[in-house]
T-cell receptor, first 114, second 111 residues
């Protein structure tokens, strides 16, 4: 199994509260990704990182920010959580973005915003 | 815009009853097509990558095939432990190379 951990694994919070999810990898892979998974939508990319301090937006980035100060850690922040951000969040890593590359996923964080 | 459509959305099989899952895609140049398995409450687990039409890959009871417009995941003589959601994703040849995922097929195999 790819060495990816996510914390917390479960979180319940209230609308308007800031929330930070953490993804930690032990593989020293360059690329890291945050996805959300919702019924009827599949996996949708929020943000991704292609190196320390290098990040870019995905298709559903509104309301989210990310930071990567170390190769092994990628943080996803909801500045002011809303009920529409209730979802399961997955972190993924890949060594490169090239043809041979494969994304490996973490165990997920279930977030509920009341 | 890249699109990935998986069918059927759900599939129920009896143990030993072989079948196929479909992943049709529209992408401006295919760099790779990926199949994942996802168990409830867990992250997707990588199964296969296919790169060109005609390519096939096998793992135990699973075989993935690829044409220019779709991929099939064939399940031969499935067992209850094959029950899971199977996800397909395509990586385009241009832009950011970020994969686009389908919504998945939920497979239940009854003993």
């Amino acid at each position: 199994d790819a060495g990816i951990t996510q914390s917390p694994r479960h979180k319940v919070t209230e609308t308007g509260t800031p929330v930070t999810l953490r993804c930690h990898q032990t593989e020293n892979h360059r690329y890291m990704y945050w996805y959300r998974q919702d019924p009827g939508h599949g996996l949708r990319l929020i943000h991704y990182s292609y190196g320390v301090k290098d990040t870019d937006k995905g298709e559903v980035s509104d309301g989210y920010s990310v930071s990567r100060s170390k190769t092994e850690d990628f943080l996803l922040t909801l500045e002011s959580a809303t009920s529409s951000q209730t979802s399961v969040y997955f972190c993924a890593i890949s060594e490169t973005s090239g043809v041979e590359d494969t994304q490996y996923f973490g165990p997920g964080t279930r977030l509920t915003v009341l | 815009e890249d699109q990935v459509t998986q069918s059927p959305e759900a599939l129920r099989l009896q143990e030993g009853e072989s079948s196929s899952l479909n992943c049709s895609y529209t992408v401006s140049g295919l760099r790779g097509l990926f199949w994942y398995r996802q168990d409830p409450g867990k992250g997707p687990e990588f199964l296969f990558t296919l790169y060109s039409a005609g390519e096939e890959k096998e793992k135990e009871r699973l075989k993935a095939t690829l044409t220019k417009k779709e991929s099939f995941l064939h399940i031969t003589a499935p067992k209850p432990e094959d029950s899971a959601t199977y996800l397909c994703a395509v990586r385009p040849s241009g832009g950011s190379y970020i994969p686009t995922f389908g919504r998945g097929t939920s497979l239940i195999v009854h003993p």
